[in-house]
């Protein structure tokens, strides 16, 4: 088992540019999680998607944040234009449950100059 | 604002030490999980409690659920430079689960 896959594991883009983060949940989890990790505010929920559909996307921090889930092995998450404060470690996590353990890709690392 | 608290937020101890972490709501959880996340990683499962009063034990970590399900403990008895990490506290409700800051631990050799 490979584990949730995500790509790229280190992004540096330059104010205003689009970046678009990538994640495989594993097979057979109906759970999707996108999170981002600072270590000014810890590890914040941005959204998360069961079968595919977006369920709580409150934590979405604007609308240049935005996320899609095609189908059950595949989602992005899209950040248009990009800005410094969004620099930081972008994880996707996948679960049998809402509730259950949650199984993280390895994270990407953004950094927006 | 953190659903979940966690203390201390950073500890740095000697190889041999004990010590505990804590983690703290004033929500009820229906179950409440442990995770350690190494640098350069995501974070990886430890243990999960569900019932109030709950402990468990896994080798040299002993992680206990609060009778009101509102909190709860990790100790670390002899702590080893391998425990070094980030130690996320992350509570259970119905339909979600939300996590807590962390407490970062580094133990010197």
């Known amino acids: 088992d490979a584990g949730v896959i995500q790509s790229p594991r280190h992004e540096v883009t330059e104010m205003g540019q689009e970046v678009t983060l990538r994640c495989k949940p594993i097979s057979g989890h109906d759970y999707l999680f996108w999170y981002r990790q600072t270590m000014m505010r810890g590890l914040e929920l941005l959204i998360y998607f069961n079968n595919n559909v977006p369920i709580d996307d409150s934590g979405m921090p604007e609308d240049r944040f935005s996320a899609k889930m095609p189908n059950a092995s595949f989602s992005t998450l899209k950040i248009q234009p990009s800005e410094p404060r969004d620099s930081a470690v972008y994880f996707c996590?996948?679960?049998?449950?809402?509730?259950?353990?949650?199984?993280f890709g390895p994270g990407t690392r953004l950094t927006v100059l | 604002t953190q659903l979940l608290e966690q203390s201390p937020q950073f500890l740095s101890i000697q190889e041999g030490e004990n010590l505990t972490v804590y983690c703290n709501s004033s929500s009820v959880f229906s179950s409440l999980q442990w995770y350690r996340q190494e640098p350069g990683e995501g974070p990886v499962l430890l243990v999960t409690v569900v019932t109030g009063g709950e402990v468990k034990k896994l080798k040299r970590l002993t992680f206990q659920f609060g009778d009101a399900r509102k909190d709860s403990s990790l100790h670390i008895t002899a702590a080893q430079p391998g425990d070094t990490g980030l130690y996320l506290c992350?509570?259970?409700?119905?339909?979600?689960?939300?996590f807590g800051a962390g407490t970062r631990l580094t133990v010197k050799p």
């Open positions: 992350a509570g259970a409700g119905n339909n979600d689960m939300r």
């Open positions: 996590a996948s679960s049998p449950s809402a509730n259950n353990e949650q199984f």
